[in-house]
């Protein structure tokens, strides 16, 4: 959300309109959307909420309407996006989804290759209609207090309370939800913003908490990057940040916007529990407090069973729930995604499996045959959990069936320590380049300090060839300690100009990438095969080309990093970034080179 809606203290709400269809969350001002026919028709810096109701550009919301959410960053102080760029690649968007240049693909780490926009969908967008808070909310502009601060026009700032109140309302009628995240300047600070700093504010985490959290059958996330550049969002991106970490313009918006977010788990919970799976309203259950950031439930194992609604003990340390015939949330799980060290103990004695593994849980995030000690370390525990674990016989060297076991997927500088106290294996599952992928520098720094090798040497790297350095750029577009991996890891003498192995993708996935790009050219498919295909003799720098991450890519030319290195295709990463739609990458990168 930009810097003039913002602030959430409930107004009266005596004529409050019906909910939109199966919302639980009333709306307290209407709806407001434009046409994608009339957007697309658009060009420059958009005009406001009241310039375009004048020239009877914005429809009330009816039954029946395909409708499409954007969220993103404001770019600028007083108006969402001063020169128009943002809104311009979203037109783009909107146009290839239109015309089926555009392919929206699961993420690298998901690697659901069949996941995509169904048919229905894309048939729609033409004659969708556009929710975009800048035309939907009458504004206050330049804001520096709370929306409900006093205010000569008391009309507006009624109506924009009214408006930010029914965001969750508004989010539960969309039927597509885009995060737009180019990579673009903020006029008045001149800092970057993109994916990291869109995730960072605390306003954009309530939007996504409310679409992920919302009763729809579809909750997916389209994620924007470039024109070229779309992909599903991977699962714990938004479990990672909490609506009561975000930044806010106004201070005193977040009290108001976490209590958005606890309505929307709320609701989930209430929805989960009586329409199912009964798997993932035990899994929000036993994630509530993290997520949330209270403090957890203290339970006996009776009030446990209770409370996850286990109908005995036999059932809790089964691996499938007799009754609801469903596979994944075990107790075991229920207690380590809970973070209750003591319930796990008990459930041990009771023939609870400390090896058990995750099964259905992958639209979570958690993949089927992860461990428990994977799911403690990926959804960031707290060490005592991994290690109680440990003593209960949990194995530190058992892989999923991607190949990776507990350590890879080490979040904090303790579990690496607690891991690697009990020898977890270093040379099973390449642990550094999960690590420096997704973990902080300090989790980096702690297998650096047991003298673990960051050099890409047997056993640190992968079987596919990627070293450490190759993991940053490919996941640190979420990261926001990906910057200072780079340099840290540089500082033990990484090779900035490493290159993928060519025979890193002679799997079948491997190969169906490079028989569609060779058959549609780079810029002709999917931003997920135009990955798989670019891989074999990628360097760092060509991977963050590809991702078209500026930051990275500026501080690996200023390593050192070579320009003209291709990939085994032959592909410089200018030529990747401008295949991507990252032009002014490109650009950046032909003008250094020059």
């Known amino acids: 959300m930009g810097a003039a809606i913002g602030g959430c203290q409930e107004p009266a709400v005596e004529n409050a309109a019906p909910s939109y269809g199966s919302c639980v969350h009333p709306y307290l001002f209407p709806m407001y959307l434009v046409k994608v026919s ?54 783009e968007v909107l146009r290839g989804l239109i015309d089926g240049s555009l392919k ?54 009624t109506d924009a309370s009214k408006a930010v109140q029914s ?23 001149g800092k970057r913003c993109n994916y990291l700093t869109w995730l960072s504010r605390g306003w954009c985490r309530a939007e996504l908490w409310c679409r992920l959290l919302s009763n729809r059958a579809d909750t997916s996330v389209v994620v924007v990057f470039s024109a070229k550049d779309a992909e ?10 909490r609506i009561s970490d975000g930044l806010f313009t106004v201070e005193s918006d977040r009290a108001s916007v976490v209590k958005l977010g606890e309505m929307a788990l709320t609701s989930k919970l209430e929805h989960l529990k009586a329409h199912g799976p009964l798997s993932h309203y035990r899994f929000y259950l036993a994630r509530r407090a993290q997520l949330l950031n209270q403090e957890k439930k203290v339970l006996d194992l009776p009030g446990f069973l209770k409370f996850f609604d286990f109908p005995d003990l036999a059932t809790a340390v089964r691996e499938v729930d007799d009754q609801s015939k469903e596979h994944g949330m ?49 959804s960031f525990q707290d060490p005592v959990v991994l290690s109680t674990l440990i003593s209960l016989n949990a194995d530190p060297n058992l892989v999923s069936r991607a190949g990776i076991g507990p350590v890879f997927l080490s979040r904090r500088p303790e579990h690496v320590h607690v891991l690697l106290t009990a020898r977890a294996d270093m040379n099973t599952s390449a642990p550094f380049f999960g690590v420096a992928g997704r973990g902080s520098t300090e989790t980096v720094q702690a297998f650096l300090e047991w003298r673990c090798d960051p050099h890409g040497a047997e056993g640190e790297r992968m079987a596919q060839g990627f070293t450490a350095l190759h993991a940053v750029p490919m996941f640190g577009r979420s990261n926001p300690s990906s ?5 840290l890891l540089m500082s033990h003498r ?38 798989l295909a670019s891989f074999p003799g990628a360097t760092p720098l060509a991977i963050a080309a590809l991702m078209g991450d500026k930051g990275l890519v500026q501080l690996l030319l200023e390593l050192d990093a070579d320009v003209e290195l291709c990939t085994q295709r032959g592909d410089s990463p200018a030529v990747l970034a401008r295949a991507s739609g990252h032009s002014d990458v490109a650009e950046m990168l032909s003008t250094f080179h020059v």
Not at 483 to 487: D, I, L, M, Q, W
Request: net charge negative; glycine share 10%.
């Open 494 to 531: 990484c090779d900035v100009n490493a290159q993928i192995a060519y025979d890193s993708m002679h799997g079948w996935e491997g190969i169906q990438a490079q028989l569609r790009v060779a058959i549609w050219g780079l810029d002709g498919v999917g931003a997920f095969w135009r990955k």
């Open 483 to 487: 910057a200072r991996t780079v340099n």
């Open 38 to 91: 009339d957007f697309v028709q658009m060009t420059g810096p958009p005009e406001p909420h009241h310039i375009l109701r004048e020239k009877g550009l914005l429809h009330e919301w009816q039954p029946g309407m395909f409708v499409i959410f954007i969220s993103h960053q404001w770019l600028g102080v007083s108006m969402p996006d001063p020169t128009g760029a943002q809104l311009a690649v979203l037109r």
């Open 232 to 241: 599903f969002m991977f699962p714990l991106d938004w479990q990672e940040n």
């Open 104 to 157: 929206v693909e699961a993420d690298l780490t998901s690697m659901d290759m069949g996941k995509g926009l169904t048919p229905a969908v894309l048939q729609s967008v033409s004659k969708g209609y556009l929710f975009l808070d800048w035309f939907a909310i009458p504004q206050i502009t330049a804001r520096t207090h709370g929306i409900n601060e006093a205010t000569e026009l008391e009309e507006i700032r």
């Open 330 to 378: 075990t107790g075991m799980l229920c207690g380590v995604l809970a973070g209750d060290v003591d319930i796990l103990r008990q459930l041990v004695e009771h023939r609870g499996d400390a090896n058990g593994r995750a099964l259905g849980l992958a639209d979570l995030g958690y993949y089927d045959s992860q461990t428990l000690l994977m799911v403690a370390a990926k």
């Open 167 to 189: 965001i969750p309302a508004y989010v539960e009628a969309c039927d597509l939800f885009i995060a737009l995240v180019p990579d673009l300047v903020h006029a008045n600070t």
